[in-house]
């Protein structure tokens, strides 16, 4: 099973971008999905969250202007970004908890990063 994470580059600040990540293989059930992001010389750091159940939150620094949603049917999570400004600059990585067959524990899976740059 793999998350395949696309939707990154380059944009000017002001722009939006939308980022999507795909689990792909024989899965069971996806529980918490979430984005994080690097930003060169600093930790990474949790963007955004969304439950099975849908519940949300962000980070303080995206709140107003990044938005995470889910489609369970085709197992893929998004992250629009709108609004950018160049601290959001950094390599985003999606991560989720998958349920590889029913009854089975959930095992945290992190996806490759896509590259985020917002510069003039």
């Known amino acids: 099973v793999q998350l395949q994470a696309s939707g990154g580059g380059l944009v000017q600040p002001g722009g939006s971008l939308r980022l999507s990540c795909a689990a792909s293989?024989?899965?069971?059930?996806?529980?918490?999905m979430r984005w994080y992001r690097q930003a060169p010389g600093k930790q990474r750091e949790l963007v955004a969250f969304?439950?099975?159940?849908?519940?949300?939150d962000y980070v303080d620094s995206v709140k107003g202007r990044f938005t995470i949603s889910r489609d369970n049917a085709k197992n893929t999570v998004y992250l629009q970004m709108n609004s950018l400004k160049p601290e959001d600059t950094a390599v985003y990585y999606c991560?989720?908890?998958?349920?590889?067959?029913?009854?089975?524990?959930?095992?945290?899976?992190w996806g490759q990063g896509t590259q985020v740059t917002v510069s003039s």
């Open positions: 969304i439950t099975s159940g849908g519940r949300i």
């Open positions: 991560n989720a908890d998958l349920e590889y067959y029913r009854g089975t524990s959930y095992r945290n899976t």
């Open positions: 293989g024989t899965i069971f059930s996806i529980g918490v």
